[in-house]
């Protein structure tokens, strides 16, 4: 299955995928979220890919706090329509 492209979520927020050789996924993440952190910004995105299932991160550091780390998941359906 070909990845790169621009995927839209039904939150209405953007993952491009630049690249999707040898199993790997490059791009960014865009948010449609108005109450996220990274709202308006362009988030790099990295990851991987098999066949027709796809998982990939988007970091971006807000501050750092050495002793405290928060992982926050979150599930979203993308379609292969291009993102307008």
Do not use: K
Not at 15 to 35: P, Y
Not at 50 to 72: D, K, L, Q
Request: proline content about 4%; overall charge negative; aromatic content about 14%.
């Amino acid at each position: 299955m070909a990845w790169v492209g621009n995927w839209q979520n039904q939150f209405g927020s953007i993952l491009r995928i630049t690249s999707d050789a040898e199993g790997r996924i490059e791009g960014n993440f865009e948010t449609a979220l108005e109450d996220s952190g990274f709202y308006g910004q362009s988030v790099p995105v990295i990851g991987f890919h098999r066949g027709n299932c796809i998982g990939f991160v988007a970091v971006r550091c807000i501050a750092e706090f050495p002793s405290r780390h928060e992982a926050r998941y979150s599930e979203a359906r993308y379609s292969p329509e291009a993102a307008r």
